[in-house]
T-cell receptor, first 113, second 110 residues
Framework: KAGVTQTPRYLIKTRGQQVTLSCSPISGHRSVSWYQQTPGQGLQFLFEYFSETQRNKGNFPGRFSGRQFSNSRSEMNVSTLELGDSALYLC????????????FGSGTRLTVV | LAKTTQPISMDSYEGQEVNITCSHNNIATNDYITWYQQFPSQGPRFIIQGYKTKVTNEVASLFIPADRKSSTLSLPRVSLSDTAVYYCLVGRGATNKLIFGTGTLLAVQP
C-alpha cells in the first residue's frame, strides 16, 4: 500500500512569506501528526489531528497551524516565516493511537532565506 | 511522557550483533517502548515495539527486563546500510505525541 506522501519535497521561501505543506496519510489512517526536525533541536512535535480535530499541540508559536480534511489529508501552514523555521518537516500517520507505531513520510525540506 | 537516555553514538563492524540500550526510569505502567530508525533527510521508520519481556520481528529484537526501566534493541548481523540514528521512545500505545530524544548514531564499518 502507498506510504505517507508529503509535498512538496523541497521548498525555498523568503523571510516574511507564508508556506503551506501537504501530507497524505496511509489509506485508512485517521491520525496525522507533524514534526519539525533541525540539527539544533532534533525532532519536535508540532501537532496532531484526528478526524479533522486537533488532539495535541506542541510548544510552537501560533504562526504554525494545521488542519485536516475529511479524507484525512492534512496541511500545515507557517506564516511570517523566519530564518529559524528552516527545517525538515515530517508528517506521520497512524490508524488510531499508534499501537503499531507511526509511519512517517520523507518530509518537506523548507529553507527560509 | 517518560524521558529516555541513550548513548549518543556507537560503532560496529559488518556482521556483528549490535545492542543499543535505552534507560527509562520513569516509565509508567501503561507505557509501551518503541524504537525508530532514521536515515539522513528521511522520516523515522518504525522498527519494533514492546511492553515487556522479549519481542522479535524480521529486523530486530527488543529485550525488556521485568522492571521495565530499560530496554535493549538488538540488531543481528548489521550491514553498512544499518548506519543510521536509532531513537527509543516511551509512551502509551494511544499516545499521539511522540517525544524524541537525541537518539543513538550507529556507525557500521566494513
Amino acid at each position: 500500500k502507498a506510504g505517507v506522501t508529503q509535498t512538496p519535497r523541497y521548498l525555498i521561501k523568503t523571510r516574511g512569506q507564508q508556506v503551506t505543506l501537504s501530507c497524505s496519510p496511509i489509506s485508512g489512517h485517521r491520525s496525522v501528526s507533524w514534526y519539525q526536525q533541525t540539527p539544533g533541536q532534533g525532532l519536535q512535535f508540532l501537532f496532531e489531528y484526528f478526524s479533522e480535530t486537533q488532539r495535541n499541540k506542541g510548544n510552537f508559536p501560533g504562526r504554525f497551524s494545521g488542519r485536516q480534511f475529511s479524507n484525512s489529508r492534512s496541511e500545515m501552514n507557517v506564516s511570517t516565516l523566519e530564518l529559524g523555521d528552516s527545517a525538515l518537516y515530517l508528517c506521520a500517520s497512524s490508524s488510531t493511537g499508534g499501537e503499531n507505531g507511526y509511519t512517517f513520510g520523507s518530509g518537506t525540506r523548507l529553507t527560509v532565506v | 511522557l517518560a524521558k529516555t537516555t541513550q548513548p549518543i553514538s556507537m560503532d560496529s563492524y559488518e556482521g556483528q550483533e549490535v545492542n543499543i540500550t535505552c534507560s527509562h526510569n520513569n516509565i509508567a505502567t501503561n507505557d509501551y517502548i518503541t524504537w525508530y530508525q532514521q536515515f539522513p533527510s528521511q522520516g523515522p521508520r518504525f522498527i519494533i515495539q514492546g511492553y515487556k519481556t522479549k519481542v522479535t520481528n524480521e529486523v530486530a529484537s527488543l529485550f525488556i527486563p521485568a522492571d521495565r526501566k530499560s530496554s535493549t534493541l538488538s540488531l543481528p548481523r548489521v550491514s553498512l546500510s544499518d548506519t543510521a540514528v536509532y531513537y527509543c521512545l516511551v509512551g502509551r500505545g494511544a499516545t499521539n505525541k511522540l517525544i524524541f530524544g537525541t537518539g543513538t548514531l550507529l556507525a557500521v564499518q566494513p
